[in-house]
């Protein structure tokens, strides 16, 4: 091969050598720089809550930050597009996403930590929380279950004197009708007439995995998170007398009346509420604070609770453990004080919000 022929295949063999390695470096700039710009963490570092709640009729689950709710199916859909990330099938209903949350996690931290700092106000599936019709969480739960005087304060204040050995005794517990007794934030208990009805705020733990015969040591690994339960409770009044073949309190007619458990607003995840044995609760009737007391105080603790309830039954995904109420119930009061219609009760816990409930006059 002459010499002008070898030094052109030489250089167009550099030139195509060089072009690839152009193309290869480009191919690599562009993927560095798409990951840059959608760096999607897949870790709990943005704290959310969780909701149920409606627009325009339809009930969608929410994934909340700050002051919005986000509507996990529409921003899952939005945020696998805009970011390229694989599809993520999402449930329609807040036990299903309880049972699934193995699974759905990592797409809901992604959801957290990708619009934390984006601008909601605009966003077709982000709705400003004061706009929409926030639901209990759950609709509605396989058990709803609750602790009676578990707190020490509670119990003095109602007349105990018994100094109780949580390793040598057992919680006492009433079992609550979920489909009756379920209410959303902001709707209003009927309160019946003649009855007195009383004020009790309370955590509420919701169950995250099938749970039977655990140890106290498994209890919290079962737990998915909390909320707020404003456990209504009929105090006595007008009506029937109870028959006294046996003594006791009827717990069926003082907690299982119709709508006499308002829940929510919100779930807290438990990896976002690492304080739960250290929660201050608030209950206001009318803006004025009835009780003001702190999980710290409770006898029974979330571990000992969750054994002694999977002792005896299977716990479920979804399920809600209501924990007790602290002092300030009207019943203790002097004179007693009970609620009457135009009331409005209204629980605080920090870290979770504020479950309101209005007390209307039930038709004779």
């Given amino acids: 091969m002459a010499k002008p022929q070898k030094l052109a295949c030489v250089f167009w063999l550099r030139l195509s050598l060089r072009l690839v390695a152009i193309s290869i470096l480009c191919t690599v700039i562009s993927q560095t720089l ?3 710009r959608h760096p999607v963490s897949d870790q ?5 809550k969780l909701a149920a709640f409606e627009v325009a009729g339809k009930t969608h689950l929410g994934l909340v930050l700050g002051e919005y709710a986000l509507d996990i199916a529409a921003a899952n859909a939005q945020l696998a597009k805009q970011a390229k990330l694989p599809n993520v099938a999402i449930p329609a209903e807040m036990r299903e996403l309880i049972e699934q949350y193995a699974r759905l996690a990592p797409r809901l931290y992604q959801l957290a930590n990708f ?15 004061d706009k929409i019709a926030l639901k209990a969480p759950i609709k509605y739960p396989w058990n709803l279950l609750a602790a009676a ?11 105990g004197t018994h100094t109780v050995n949580v390793e040598a005794e057992d919680p006492i517990f009433f ?8 209410i959303d934030p902001g709707a209003p208990f009927l309160l019946p007439p003649g009855r007195n009805i009383d004020w009790e705020g309370e955590l509420a733990i919701v169950m995250g995995k099938p749970a039977f015969n655990l140890t ?7 737990v998915f998170g909390y909320s ?8 006595g009044g007008a009506g029937r007398k109870l028959n006294a073949t046996i003594p006791g309190p009827n717990w069926f007619n003082m907690k299982s009346r119709e709508g006499a458990a308002p829940f929510g607003p919100f779930i807290v995840p438990k990896e976002f509420m690492p304080n739960h044995a250290n929660l201050r609760i608030v209950t206001k009737v009318n803006g004025v604070v009835k009780q003001d007391g ?3 105080n409770l006898i029974f603790d979330e571990a000992h609770i969750v054994r002694y309830l999977s002792s005896v039954l299977t716990l479920y995904p979804g399920d809600v453990i209501v924990t007790g109420t602290p002092e300030g119930v009207g019943a203790a009061r002097k004179p007693p004080e009970f609620l009457k219609p135009g009331d409005e009760v209204a629980i605080e816990i920090k870290g979770i919000g504020i479950l309101k409930t209005p007390l209307r006059a039930a038709q004779k």
């Fill in 44 to 48: 709990p570092e943005t704290p959310f």
């Fill in 115 to 129: 619009y934390q700092n984006a601008k909601l106000d605009g966003l077709a599936f982000a709705h400003s929380l």
């Fill in 228 to 235: 707020i339960v404003f456990d209504v409770s009929d105090r």
């Fill in 149 to 159: 005087v578990n707190y020490k304060s509670h119990a003095a204040e109602m007349g």
């Fill in 294 to 296: 702190n999980t710290k």
């Fill in 216 to 222: 106290l040591e498994q209890a919290h690994d079962y």
């Fill in 175 to 182: 079992a609550k009708s979920p489909r009756n007794c379920i």
């Fill in 34 to 36: 798409l990951a840059q």
